[in-house]
């Protein structure tokens, strides 16, 4: 006999799902025993949060949507952050959750909420299956949704009895290729005018322009036209930034070193702009002109209003666009004597040897033990942004961190993902003491996947983002710090291995022999965080205007 998990499992393997990070209740029990004859992999994680983090990295990393379960209420809303994550960074996944039995009501309302409901404004569909005739076609539409641009989060509910019931042989749909899309020719032609009338242009790289399959086209695009780019924080990698064309990463909106390229550019072409990042760069009255390239249209801000757009498949728009404007540019590079400035500023102290290390030498020596198609990714706190600014990515998606919703506690999750799924390369997590600790139960789940995987936390045994700010304000130093574990020997309860950086000219070897050792391994590293006032107020503060 087949019941409706049964069906529900045959459709998750006709979109070819591979595996499911779950964590199972008792609601899910006829799936897990579906899933369990299936050829799809049980992930099984410590917190539904890191199984949807996982999910969602999945579909970040590869295009296809990544699948999470688990039970009703609690395990459900345990899976609210990391929908909201997908949701505004624009990574396809599809969560399914369980329910108590909708056809009687035996347990009256023990455990239940509104689960469709908590999932709407935080997911592009949300769902009950009520009837097993119609799994076949809420699973395709599922991922259909979920995938297509811009892609983002599906919530599907499966109530037990409708799980357990006998279902019919339903045919599955089979799913098919979608080819989007490409811009109107008016489109193309107005914004090829608006580009060969600019005398200091730039191009703006955007977190769609970080879409698995835009790598290649978009490097080619920057080539083909010379004109200088820098990009977002989640649009970093995109293009190859060991081009001489890269001007640096909008880490912060305004006053960097590399908004003096962005303030003199007279047309900036904003290519996959997502505005749920921080704003690149702040447009205003008299500003340059701005193109909007693509996928969706431009949603308008008080900071974001384009002057122009191109709406369609990028790579094959950008191509077509390139025919309209290579080697007809009267100044493609006119702004691109300012990068060896913008870029000396940068390199500002990130071999000093100060004890405990400075934000820019941490950067610096991950860098360098990290291979071209290494992967760091990073939880979010202070570090972040000096990544952001300083870490410099030769090959797409080698950096992934959250600019969207920017939470906390992704940084593990996100980054044993990307181990599962590319075990020949090197991954590094950097996660602050903080946002590590959120989730870092995550580390039994690793070492019971056997993943090869190096954690490097940034200690300064407080939330020193929040700190950070709270100086800035002028306020009073307070409630912000706290302790911590003892790193390596909360490594070794796990399984795991961890070492501690001990002096400036630590970390390098530290992390080569944490690589080198293989398995999972935690490295500790103390950070002075007075850079981050110095620097990213007072230096900015003045500097930027005296750059030429
Ligand atoms: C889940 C979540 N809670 C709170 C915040 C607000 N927040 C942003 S950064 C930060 C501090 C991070 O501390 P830590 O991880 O130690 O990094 P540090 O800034 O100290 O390097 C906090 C509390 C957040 N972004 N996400
Ligand atoms: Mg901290």
Redesign the pocket.
């Known amino acids: 006999m087949m019941k409706g998990s049964d069906l529900l499992v045959a459709a998750l393997e006709n979109e070819g799902v591979e595996r499911i990070f779950a964590v199972p209740g008792e609601e899910n029990l006829d799936v897990l025993e579906s899933l369990h004859g299936s050829k799809i992999e049980l992930i099984v994680t410590r917190h539904e949060q890191a199984a949807a983090f996982m999910a969602a990295t999945y579909g970040r990393l590869t295009g296809t949507p990544g699948v999470c379960l688990s039970t009703l209420g609690p395990g459900a809303l345990n899976f609210s ?1 990391a929908a909201a994550y997908a949701l505004l960074g624009a990574m396809p996944m599809v969560m399914i959750t369980g329910q108590k039995g909708v056809l009687t009501s035996k347990q009256a309302r023990f455990q239940i909420v509104d689960v469709v409901s908590s999932m709407t404004p935080l997911t592009k569909m949300a769902r009950q299956i009520i009837s097993t005739a119609t799994i076949p076609t809420i699973v395709r539409e599922a991922f259909r949704v979920a995938q297509q641009e811009r892609p983002g989060p599906v919530h599907l509910e499966l109530p037990e009895d409708i799980a357990h019931e006998e279902a019919l042989e339903i045919a599955l749909v089979p799913p098919h290729p979608i080819d989007f899309p490409v811009a109107h020719p008016a489109a193309l032609e107005r914004a090829a005018a608006m580009i060969l009338e600019a005398e200091r242009p730039l191009i703006m790289l955007g977190a769609a322009a970080s879409r698995p399959r835009l790598a290649d086209t978009l490097s080619e695009f920057v080539r083909r036209v010379g004109i200088p780019f820098f990009n977002t924080q989640m649009g970093k990698g995109s293009v190859a930034g060991g081009s001489n064309l890269y001007m640096g990463t909008a880490a912060l909106s305004e006053r960097d070193y590399v908004h003096k390229a962005v303030d003199r550019a007279d047309l900036i072409i904003c290519i996959g702009h997502d505005t749920v990042e921080k704003p690149p760069f702040i447009m205003g009255p008299g500003g340059p002109q701005v193109i909007h390239v693509g996928y969706v249209p431009a949603t308008v801000e008080e900071v974001y209003f384009p002057h122009a757009e191109v709406i369609g498949d990028v790579g094959p728009s950008l191509a077509l666009l390139a025919d309209r404007l290579a080697g007809k540019l009267k100044s493609a590079s006119a702004l691109l004597p300012l990068r060896e400035q913008i870029f000396a500023r940068l390199t500002d102290r990130a071999t000093e040897s100060r004890f405990p290390l400075t934000p820019q030498r941490i950067v610096h020596d991950v860098r360098k033990v990290m291979p071209e198609d290494g992967i760091v990714c990073l ?5 972040k942004i000096w990544f952001a600014r300083n870490y410099r990515t030769r090959v797409a998606n080698t950096l992934l961190l959250d600019n969207a919703l ?4 992704a940084g593990l999750p996100s980054a044993m993902m990307a181990s599962i799924l590319y075990p020949e390369r090197r991954v590094l997590a950097v ?6 600790m ?1 989730n870092s139960q995550e580390m039994e789940t690793a070492v019971r996947l056997g993943l090869d995987l190096v954690v490097l936390i ?1 200690q ?1 045994n ?7 700010k709270q100086g800035i304000d002028e306020f009073a130093d307070w409630g912000l710090t706290f302790g911590n574990p003892d790193f390596v020997k909360y490594a070794a309860a796990y399984g795991a291995k961890g070492s501690r950086v001990e002096t400036a000219d630590g970390l390098v070897p530290a992390l080569e022999a944490a690589f080198k050792g293989g398995g999972l391994h935690l490295v500790t590293v103390p ?1 002075d ?1 007075t850079e981050n006032s110095r620097v990213l107020v007072e230096e900015l503060r003045q500097a930027v205007p005296a750059l030429v």
Request: negative net charge; charged residues 15%.
């Open positions: 952050t939880d979010n706190g202070m570090y920017a939470t906390m506690g996660c602050g003491d903080g946002g590590f959120m940034v300064d407080a939330y020193g983002m929040i700190r950070w950070v965080y």
